[in-house]
């Protein structure tokens, strides 16, 4: 099987000085083998440094309207431990069943490729150190990657069968993460904005699935 490129992140931009955010994530998907690859390879490419990088082409396929099976929970679960190790500030760990673990790389690259225009978005609307003290350390550090893992608890919630539950927790993620790799706390208060919204969302859900069974339960046994 072939393998990615095995150079970090930062290897690669200093290839090109100018590559943007989506051209450098838009050649990885172009590297990714033909059949499968495991966490710990994308790993490798990204390496530690290249952590919120690596979250944003794990967002990906969760923007559009695909489903894989088995993604949401171990796509999920990587981004929590980069938000784990970004809180404590230590390298990522990952389980060595989680890091082995075999993923389609052939239904990944589209879904991969069709979420790109989310990452080219961002890169119109972000700006480089706008808004820096919603970006900064201390205690905004603090809350701004406590928010992070909310994000992707949410995003592992077991609603992968409802339009749009995996979306908005993906949004949020992204936005986090190009709002910490630009220092941009604007895009960082959008992300905080799309974890309220999901938050609500899987209210209503709840909410709503509590009534429906209340009113079943009336109907029979009322």
């Keep these: 099987m072939p393998t990615p490129d095995p150079r970090t992140a930062e290897a690669r931009s200093l290839d090109d000085a100018h590559a943007s955010l989506g051209d450098q994530l838009g050649a990885i998907i172009a ?62 760990w990952l389980p060595a069943k989680l890091r082995t673990r075999g993923l389609p790389a052939d239904k990944l690259r589209p879904g991969l490729e069709r979420g790109m225009h989310w990452v080219r978005r961002m890169e119109r609307i972000s700006r480089p150190h706008r808004l820096p003290a919603l970006a900064g350390g201390g205690g905004v550090h603090l809350f701004n990657n406590l928010a992070f893992i909310l994000a992707a608890l949410l995003l592992m919630a077991p609603f992968g069968f409802v339009p749009f539950s995996n979306t908005f927790p993906a949004v949020a993620l992204l936005l986090y993460a190009v709002g910490m790799i630009q220092r941009d706390g604007g895009a960082i208060l959008l992300g905080h904005l799309a974890n309220l919204t999901t938050i609500a969302y899987f209210g209503v859900l709840i909410g709503g699935g509590g009534m429906a069974a209340h009113q079943l339960f009336q109907r029979f046994f009322g």
């Design 31 to 92: 590297g990714l083998p033909p059949d499968t690859i495991s966490l710990g390879e994308l790993l490798d490419v990204f390496g530690d440094e290249g952590l919120l990088l690596m979250t944003v082409l794990l967002t990906l396929v969760f923007l559009i309207p695909v489903s894989i099976p088995g993604v949401s929970t171990v796509f999920g679960a990587a981004i929590l431990l980069v938000g784990i190790s970004r809180l404590f500030g230590r390298e990522l």
